[in-house]
């Protein structure tokens, strides 16, 4: 019962989200999946690395395979409470209101490349024959791994209200001076 109080701003903060017409991976978490996600990243506060990320896709058994994760309002809500247990803080509605109001769901992936400068990746949606552009894209600066080999990092924002949840999913990866990736997702089974 530690999260009663937190669990009744948010379900206030709910009522008031659900009036919002966009479509979302969640659109609106219910108290009891907001709950679910604070007492997971509670339980899981020490999961760090690749291991530890949730919402993961790709060839991750290597940091050069080629992978990525989905951050969903209420992958926020766990990683923030993850966080907060690690520092031994109780999670405050203030710190997930934030999430649960967001506008964008946040793709981020991570490959390996010969190439050792920053250069134009893209990523987007495909549904069926729609494809979904996202309304930002940003590329770090590649980090060195080893002889040849820099790490990648590309990230993509997709508004909430531009993709179905339920619709078949390819989530395309196009580095700009390699083959394009294509990995097949059901969205609704990413929280």
């Known amino acids: 019962m530690k999260y ?5 701003t948010l379900t206030g903060m709910l009522l008031s989200l659900w009036a ?4 979302a991976v969640e659109v609106n978490p219910s108290a009891e999946m907001i709950d679910g996600a604070i007492k997971d990243g509670d339980t899981n506060r020490e999961s760090q690395g690749i291991e530890g990320t949730t919402n993961r896709f790709g060839k991750y058994d290597s940091i050069c395979g080629g992978w990525g994760f989905l ?3 209420l992958w926020n809500v766990r990683e923030t409470s993850k966080g907060n247990a690690r520092k031994m803080k109780a999670t405050q509605a203030i710190d997930i209101e934030q999430y ?13 490349s010969i190439s050792f400068k920053p250069t134009d990746h893209h990523v987007v949606l495909k549904q069926g024959n729609r494809v979904v552009q996202p309304v930002k894209v940003s590329v770090s600066r590649p980090e060195y791994v080893s002889s040849n080999t820099y790490m990648h990092t590309v990230q993509a924002h997709f508004s909430y209200d531009s993709f179905d949840p339920i619709a078949e999913t390819i989530l395309i990866v196009i580095p700009s001076v390699e083959e394009k990736r294509e990995y097949g997702l059901n969205l609704a089974e990413y929280r």
């Open 4 to 8: 009663f109080p937190l669990i009744l």
């Open 20 to 23: 919002l017409p966009s479509i």
């Open 71 to 73: 951050q969903t309002k």
């Open 100 to 112: 649960l109001s967001a506008k964008t769901m946040l793709v981020t992936y991570a490959f390996c």
